[in-house]
């Protein structure tokens, strides 16, 4: 019996137009140009303006793309998938407000909440459902306007994030494309060092949470840092000897876009020159769920079919993952 496996047959993206540089927070917190690049290698990052707009906005702009690249309608899409840190509100779900602004009639949908991890995830997810037969198009968005939850007077997490959203297509694969396998973790310890403690059912929305700033994320740097750096490391390696692979036989490394030594760490521990690893952190900073998807859309041309890809996340929880595919079309 044919094997059927889930294949990416489609990637696009979507960045606000409005760009947040490093000499632009030089005039809110302190900090500067050379202490931010150095450490994270971010210059730039997108930030959404206007009245209204959330998360789902992002994601609506990228998987109309996705759509028209793909030459279908939304009414062909059985299950949207949205993962989120920035839900356009705690019900419904921003994936049930996605499908109605895009007139995804028949399509169930849901958020999947795992930090950072997030995308990885619901990729992982969402095979599944492809796999049993149960769905034929899947669209995973990742999606954050993570200037929701920054607090631009700290100069620790402000640097960090931008908004952005970058979505994918799945559909059934018998010719061995699409994604080979997934190792997914999680610790729940990691809680107490990256968090956003207010607006939750522990600590409801009050005039203490907002002045405590308990709606803002809140990262102990450096703790995050060691587990990320050993998590991303560890799971992309673990992947690669599971599989039989070595750092020759890998096309690209498509990381979450956090910090660029975490990054680096990496693709040392899997043996892949830095020419195979895709890398846009510079001008997006971290985008959460937005990064991998926002990656591939970026590298969508030099992707070959057959080409061996591992993603990898590591995100708050703390959750972290990798995904071996191999690529399902040519994209030139």
């Known amino acids: 019996m044919t094997k059927t496996t889930a294949a990416i047959t489609a990637v696009s993206g979507w960045v606000p137009d409005y760009v947040l540089t490093n000499e632009e927070l030089e005039k809110m917190v302190d900090t500067n140009d050379e202490w931010i690049t150095s450490r994270t290698g971010i210059k730039e990052r997108r930030i959404l303006k206007g009245e ?44 049930c407000i996605i499908a109605d602004k895009i007139g995804a009639k028949n399509a169930f949908g849901y958020d999947l909440m795992a930090a950072c991890s997030g995308f990885l995830f619901s990729v992982a997810t969402a095979s599944k459902y492809i796999e ?57 310890e990691g809680r107490h060092y990256l968090k956003m403690e207010g607006g939750g059912s522990v600590n409801p929305a009050s005039y ?52 660029k030594r975490i990054i680096d760490a990496t693709a040392n521990r899997m043996g892949v020159g830095t020419d195979k690893v895709m890398l846009n952190i510079s001008k997006y900073g971290n985008t959460t769920n937005g990064t991998i998807p926002l990656c591939l859309w970026e590298w969508e041309s030099q992707l070959n079919k057959g080409d061996n890809i591992i993603l990898a996340a590591f995100g708050g929880g703390f959750t972290w993952g990798s995904i071996y595919l191999k690529w399902a079309y040519d994209s030139k």
């Open 132 to 188: 049993t037969g149960t769905y034929k198009k899947i669209v995973v968005v990742g999606a954050d306007k993570m200037s929701s939850i920054v607090d631009y007077e700290d100069r620790q997490t402000c640097i960090i994030f931008g908004d952005g959203a970058g979505a994918v297509l799945l559909e059934p694969d018998t010719e061995g494309f699409g994604v080979q396998d997934s190792i997914l973790k999680s610790n729940g």
């Open 208 to 259: 203490a949470t907002i002045d405590a700033k308990q709606h803002y994320i809140h990262q102990e740097g450096q703790t995050v840092f060691k587990f990320a750096v050993k998590g991303m490391a560890d799971v992309s390696e673990e992947i690669m000897k599971k599989n039989n692979l070595t750092g020759d036989d890998i096309a690209w490394l498509v990381p979450h876009q956090a910090n």
């Open 52 to 95: 209204g707009l959330g998360s789902s906005d992002l994601a609506v702009n990228a998987i109309n793309l996705l759509l028209e690249k793909r030459g279908i309608g939304a009414e062909e899409i059985d299950l949207i998938i949205c993962a989120t840190a920035t839900p356009d509100m705690m019900f419904p779900s921003t994936a």
